[in-house]
């Protein structure tokens, strides 16, 4: 079994780190940045299309 991960960066801050997608909400949900406490819908705070996409699969 393969361990996916979700790179997140806030567009506030630019914190970069990693989260475990099963342990994430759905894309269109809010989420806050651990660091400065921003607020966006999460898919805003993926890298990429790449991660975004990811996600989506476990959701």
């Given at each position: 079994m393969?361990?996916a991960?979700?790179?997140?960066?806030?567009p506030?801050?630019?914190k970069n780190?990693?989260?475990?997608?099963?342990?994430?909400?759905?894309?269109?949900?809010?989420?806050?940045?651990?660091?400065?406490?921003?607020t966006?819908?999460?898919?805003?705070?993926m890298?990429?299309?790449?991660?975004?996409?990811?996600?989506?699969?476990?959701?």
């Amino acid at each position: 079994m393969v361990e996916a991960f979700i790179r997140l960066l806030c567009p506030e801050c630019s914190k970069n780190w990693e989260e475990n997608p099963t342990e994430l909400t759905d894309h269109r949900r809010n989420y806050s940045c651990p660091s400065c406490h921003a607020t966006r819908r999460l898919a805003e705070f993926m890298r990429t299309e790449r991660d975004l996409e990811t996600l989506k699969q476990f959701h």
